[in-house]
Nanobody, 113 residues
Framework: QVQLVESGGGLVQPGGSLRLSCAASGIIRSIYLMGWYRQTPGKQRELVAAITDRGTTNYADSVKGRFTISRGNANTVYLQMNSLKPEDTAVYYC????????WGQGTQVTVSS
């Protein structure tokens, strides 16, 4: 069974940068959307950024101008996060949508001085 493996999370000071990566353990065919979501305790998971198979991107208002989503080869997606703020602290999840929706296990991002 295909799994999504995320990496790149960690602790960073406000104003710093992190780059998250998400790679599938196998081949996923007919991907139409790849994205990053985040969740904090007691809150619903929210969209951070997404990119379609045609390269169209969509960002949450709170991250526009600071975060950039991009695709690598067929089954990888990245999230470059700059000018990080304490309110960006969350568990970040990768999502890949084809005929099946796949989720990663999550990676913790903590922004704190």
């Amino acid at each position: 069974q295909v799994q999504l493996v995320e990496s790149g999370g960690g602790l960073v000071q406000p104003g710093g940068s992190l780059r998250l990566s998400c790679a599938a353990s196998g081949i996923i065919r007919s991907i139409y959307l790849m994205g990053w979501y985040r969740q904090t305790p007691g809150k619903q998971r929210e969209l951070v950024a997404a990119i379609t198979d045609r390269g169209t991107t969509n960002y949450a208002d709170s991250v526009k101008g600071r975060f950039t989503i991009s695709r690598g080869n067929a089954n990888t997606v990245y999230l470059q996060m700059n000018s990080l703020k304490p309110e960006d602290t969350a568990v970040y999840y990768c999502k890949v949508a084809s005929s099946v929706v796949y989720w990663g296990q999550g990676t913790q991002v903590t922004v704190s001085s």
